[in-house]
């Protein structure tokens, strides 16, 4: 950049979009305990040396979340799947297979984008297993960085995008270049949910895996 002018310009709407971005997170923790949405999650696959457009697969459902800990996606398509988080064991159901697999709660969601949204009520615990940095304003959307402090997980980056101070997108990276949007919709904070909608049980017949 050559002028002084617009340095300044920059720096100055990325800290105002920084700190917009940090007052919709701590208000989020802080005064949503639970809530419920409906999901589109677009995953966008890198191109292969003979592809010339990059893959993608859209999927849709319902999300809800209870603090501390517990939270539920149910997608309805193209496939059938929940996971639920009871607050001790991560579930996933594959429904067309009828197959479970559990995993301790504590092992997989530590730096997780569920995590940023299910488990603490206040920065602190975040910046414990997240470094957080400012996002420029974009799409209407004021954003934050989350990368995870280990580096060896599969998630590179999360993008979180609060409209009017209400989660509106999670923008997830992993390791192997593939891409994950979810865009909520018909958000509603502080929903009536209880610890028991959170309890799983795997179907009659379904085989169960414990990694």
Not at 11 to 23: E, F, H, K, T, V
Request: hydrophobic share 40%; glycine share 8%; aromatic share 8%.
């Amino acid at each position: 950049m050559k002028k002084l002018l617009l340095v300044c310009s920059l720096s100055l709407a990325s800290m105002g979009a920084w700190a917009d971005g940090l007052q919709d997170l701590e208000k989020f923790l802080r005064e949503v305990s639970s809530g419920k949405a409906g999901f589109t999650q677009v995953v966008t696959s890198p191109k292969r040396a003979t592809e010339t457009v990059a893959r993608s697969k859209t999927s849709t459902g319902t999300f809800e979340f209870l603090r501390p800990n517990r939270f539920r996606f149910e997608y309805t398509k193209p496939f059938e799947q929940t996971i639920v988080a009871d607050g001790q064991t991560l579930w996933l159901h594959d429904v067309d297979l009828n197959q479970v697999t559990a995993r301790g709660q504590k092992e997989v969601l530590g730096s997780t984008p569920a995590a940023l949204i299910a488990a603490g009520t206040d920065l602190k615990g975040l910046s414990d297993a997240f470094d957080l940095k400012p996002g420029a304003a974009k799409d209407g959307l004021e954003w934050l960085e989350a990368k995870p402090k280990d580096r060896n997980g599969q998630l590179q980056m999360v993008r979180v995008g609060f409209k009017q101070g209400q989660l509106s997108v999670l923008d997830i990276e992993d390791s192997l270049g593939q891409r994950s949007v979810l865009t909520f919709s018909n958000w509603q904070s502080n929903a009536p949910l209880k610890a028991v909608d959170f309890k799983f049980e795997p179907p009659a017949g379904a085989s169960v895996m414990r990694p």
